[in-house]
């Protein structure tokens, strides 16, 4: 899993405090499904919930901006403890400078894994920037880690995963299991 890390991601992953996610194309498939009412239905992978969890006992704090709002979102934020959202935000790097003010992170304790265009300035702000292989070209090289899972289906249980890899943690939660 590191073994294709360079020293400076390595490097960077291991400060990483707070990881910050998209939802649209990363917790979910990206596609927007709705019954014939109007109302919308969201998916989310159970894998990446588990991964989210896995980072919260390891004692990494977790956040959600989307430009999107969405009553799913934030059930999904509370069931799985998630301590910060934003939502209706196309504005990332904003919403993601608030987070820092309210909460004492900064650029360098972060990672953040969007997908699309919105998420580009704040991928480049952060100390580990993460997309996934269906993500925006665009966002894809400028991202310091892409995944090997799509998103929605597991990509953000990979980035929790790696963060605690590199950190010496993942091991021990691992065992856990046993």
Request: proline share 2%; net charge negative.
């Amino acid at each position: 899993m590191l073994n294709d890390l360079s020293q400076t991601q390595l490097e960077r992953l291991r400060r990483v405090r707070l990881v910050v996610f998209d939802v649209d194309g990363i917790l979910n498939s990206g596609q927007l499904n709705f019954l014939a009412d109007g109302r919308e239905i969201k998916s989310f992978s159970i894998l990446d919930g588990l991964g989210i969890k896995l980072l919260h006992k390891g004692g990494i704090k977790s956040a959600i901006i989307t430009g999107r709002r969405s009553p799913q979102v934030e059930l999904r934020a509370e069931a799985l403890g998630i301590g910060y959202l934003r939502q209706g935000r196309e504005d990332k790097l904003v919403a993601l400078e608030e987070l820092w003010h309210e909460t004492g992170f900064d650029a360098d304790d972060t990672a953040y894994m969007g997908d699309d265009l919105p998420d580009l300035a704040a991928i480049r702000r952060v100390g580990f920037g993460a997309t996934v292989p269906n993500g925006h070209w665009f966002v894809r090289e400028h991202a310091d880690w892409i995944s090997q899972t799509a998103g929605g289906m597991g990509a953000g249980r990979e980035l929790c995963e790696l963060i605690l890899a590199a950190q010496g943690k993942l091991d021990d939660l691992l065992k856990e299991y046993l």
